[in-house]
C-alpha cells in the first residue's frame, strides 16, 4: 500500500480496520489501483428503468455474467448491482473484483413525484456472496426521505459492524424540487452532505449545475461570494460539503451519450480539483513526459497516466503505470504525439533485439537513472529507452492528479458513473473516487 492510499485511509480512523480494509480493497483495484482515484461500474438500470431500455442496444448486456467481465476487463475498482445480478455471478467470479451489494430500489412503473426505494437485500446476503461494500440511494427533497434516511442509518449501523463499506447514491428529486433543481449546485451539496452526515464512506451524486434552487442558499452563495461559475468550482464546492474532502466523492457521468463526447468538460473539470479535481500547473521538461507516455502506451495502447502529485514523471512511471488518467489527445499536441509514436517503436525495435539476443532479462537488472532506479518493469525499460536517447528544454502543461471523483459517460448506459453494461470499450480512466 502506497503513501496516497494511507492518506485516504487517514481520514476514516475512526472506522473498524475491516471497514478500512474493504475500501483499501477497492482503492487498491484495478486500472487505477493505489493513484487513490476509483471508478465503479454500477448496473442497476434493469431494476430501475427497465430491461429493454436499459440492455437492448447492446443484447448481450442481458446477461449477468456480462457485467462482471466487463468491470474486470475495464480495470474498475468495484462492480456494484443489485441482489440478483451479483448471486448470479459471485461464485464464478470470486475473488476477481470487489463487489458492492446495492441494497434498496426503485422502479418507474409506478412515476411519482416524490420518490421512495424500498430495501431488496440485506447486509447478511452482502457477506454471503463476499461483498466489501453495501449500496443504497437516497432521494434528499422527496417527502418519504425521512423514511429513507431511517433505513439506511439502520443498515449503515450494520454494515459497520460487520466491516463493510457504504456507498450512498445521494439523488435529490421531489415534488418540491424543479426539474433544474435536481441538479442546482446548493442542492446537490446538500445530498453530499446529508449521506456524509449519515455515515456514507463513499457518496455519488451528479455533477452539480450553475444554479441555485433555493433563495435563502442563493443570499449566502452571493453574499460569500462563493466560487460556483465554473464546472470545476462547483465539484470542488462538493467535495468541500462532504467533510471537506475527507470522504471520497463519485461523480455521475449523466446520461447516454456517444463515444465522440466521452471526453467533455465535465470529465476534465472534474480530474482539475483536489479530491475531486485539481488545477494545471507546469510540467516538468517534454521529453519527461513523452518518456512517461511512451512507458505506459508500451503496456497500455489505449491510454496515457500521468505523471500526478509532486513525483518526478519517471517515478510515477513506475508507481502508476497500470492508470489511465487522461487520453492523449487531451494533452499532448500533434507534434508531441507524434514523437511519443516514434518513441514507442523505437521502444518495440529495441525490445525485439534485446529479445533475439536472448538478454532481456539480464538488461532489466542492469543500473537505471535515478528517475526509475529500482524499477525493472517493462515501462521503465521503455522509460530508460526513450530518455536516454531524447532530450528536450520544452515545457508544456500538464494535470496534477488526486483522489477525487469519477465522471464518464457511455454509449448504452442511461446513468453510469464510468461504465455500464452496455459499451466492450475500454474506458478512459478517471479520478477517485475521487476522493
Known amino acids: ?22 475500501l483499501a480493497r477497492m482503492l487498491n483495484h484495478g486500472t487505477l489501483s493505489g493513484t487513490g482515484r476509483m471508478v465503479i461500474l454500477p448496473v442497476d438500470q434493469g431494476f430501475e428503468h427497465g430491461p429493454a431500455r436499459s440492455f437492448a442496444p447492446n ?63 440485506s447486509v447478511e446476503d452482502a457477506l454471503r456472496l463476499g461483498c466489501c461494500a453495501i449500496g443504497y440511494t437516497i432521494y434528499p427533497g422527496s417527502s418519504h426521505a425521512g423514511r429513507m434516511y431511517e433505513q439506511l442509518r439502520q443498515l ?14 445521494s439523488y435529490p428529486r421531489g415534488s418540491q424540487l424543479s426539474k433544474e433543481g435536481e441538479t442546482a449546485i446548493d442542492v446537490i451539496a446538500y445530498g453530499a452532505q ?15 449545475g450553475a444554479n441555485v434552487e433555493q433563495d435563502a442558499a442563493r443570499k449566502v452563495y452571493d453574499k460569500e461570494r462563493v466560487p460556483i461559475a465554473t464546472l470545476a468550482e462547483r465539484v470542488r464546492h462538493v467535495v468541500q460539503s462532504a467533510f471537506d474532502g475527507r470522504r471520497i466523492v463519485i ?18 473539470a472534474v480530474r482539475r480539483q483536489r479530491q475531486a479535481v485539481r488545477h494545471l500547473q507546469t510540467a516538468r521538461d517534454r521529453d519527461h513526459l513523452i518518456g512517461a507516455a511512451v512507458a505506459l502506451r508500451v503496456e ?22 497500470r492508470a489511465r488518467a487522461w487520453h492523449l489527445g487531451e494533452l499532448l499536441d500533434r507534434e508531441t504525439w507524434r514523437q511519443v509514436q516514434m518513441g514507442e517503436r523505437r521502444v518495440g525495435r529495441v525490445r525485439r533485439r534485446r529479445q533475439l539476443a536472448g538478454t532481456e532479462q539480464q538488461h532489466q537488472g542492469r543500473r537505471q537513472p535515478a528517475a526509475d532506479a529500482g524499477r ?20 508544456m502543461m500538464t494535470t496534477r492528479l488526486s483522489a477525487g471523483s469519477c465522471c464518464g459517460r457511455s454509449a448504452t448506459s442511461s446513468d453510469p458513473t464510468i461504465a455500464t453494461g452496455a459499451s466492450r470499450r475500454p474506458l478512459p480512466g478517471v479520478g477517485c473516487g475521487l476522493a
Not at 376 to 395: D, E, F, V, Y
Request: aromatic share 6%; net charge negative; proline share 7%.
Open 300 to 321: 497500455d495502447r489505449e491510454h496515457l497516466a500521468v505523471p500526478g502529485r509532486d513525483v518526478d514523471p519517471g517515478a510515477a512511471v513506475g508507481d502508476q503505470q
Open 251 to 268: 461523480f455521475s457521468g449523466g446520461g447516454k451519450a456517444d463515444d465522440p463526447v466521452l471526453l467533455d468538460d465535465q470529465q476534465r
Open 156 to 169: 449503515v449501523e450494520e454494515g459497520k459492524r460487520a466491516g463493510l463499506a457504504v456507498v450512498v447514491w
Open 194 to 208: 446529508i449521506a456524509a452526515q449519515l455515515g456514507a464512506h463513499v457518496i455519488k451524486v451528479k455533477l452539480p
Open 59 to 121: 443484447p448481450p448486456a442481458y446477461d449477468p455474467l456480462y457485467h462482471f467481465q466487463l468491470a474486470i476487463d475495464a480495470g474498475c475498482n468495484a462492480y456494484a448491482a443489485p441482489l440478483g445480478f451479483l448471486e448470479a455471478g459471485a461464485a464464478r467470479f470470486a475473488g476477481e473484483i470487489p463487489l458492492i451489494l446495492k441494497l434498496n430500489n426503485h422502479d418507474v412503473l409506478h412515476d411519482e413525484p416524490d420518490p421512495v426505494s424500498v430495501q431488496t437485500a
Open 1 to 22: 500500500m502506497n503513501d496516497r492510499i494511507r492518506e485516504i485511509l487517514s481520514n476514516y480512523d475512526g472506522e473498524s480496520p475491516g471497514v478500512r480494509t474493504n
Open 376 to 395: 525493472g518493469s517493462l515501462a521503465s525499460a521503455a522509460w530508460w529507452a526513450w530518455a536516454s536517447s531524447h532530450r528536450s528544454a520544452s515545457r
